[in-house]
């Protein structure tokens, strides 16, 4: 599986931005994609995830103003966030895990909030 992320920039607080995240290979086998997000010093945090049923679950800190959601037509996706914090800045990663239990990670984009 291979994973593409992209849509990280700079914003300012209160703005907002839609990551994408275009996966490849054997998408079939993925049965949950997520976002994560990385500060330096800090370990990787689960932002959002959805399961190929389509349940996702939020971290408490982006509940209400983060959506995730995938587009199966597209092999796509997204997160869309919402009155950003700068407490939000980070690299942003894409993951998906396979049936075997294997995960896979995107190469990250920067999110960047700051006036």
């Known amino acids: 599986v291979q994973l593409q992320a992209s849509g990280g920039g700079l914003v300012q607080p209160g703005g907002s931005l839609r990551l994408s995240c275009a996966a490849s290979?054997?998408?079939?086998?993925?049965?949950?994609m997520g976002w994560y997000r990385q500060v330096p010093g800090k370990q990787r945090e689960l932002v959002a995830g959805?399961?190929?049923?389509?349940?996702?679950n939020y971290a408490d800190s982006v509940k209400g103003r983060f959506t995730i959601s995938r587009d199966n037509a597209k092999n796509t996706l997204y997160l869309q966030m919402n009155s950003l914090k700068p407490e939000d800045t980070a690299v942003y990663y894409c993951?998906?895990?396979?049936?075997?239990?294997?995960?896979?990670w995107g190469k990250g984009t920067l999110v960047t909030v700051s006036s």
């Open positions: 993951n998906a895990r396979v049936l075997n239990g294997m995960a896979y």
């Open positions: 290979g054997s998408i079939l086998l993925i049965n949950y």
């Open positions: 959805i399961s190929s049923g389509g349940r996702v």
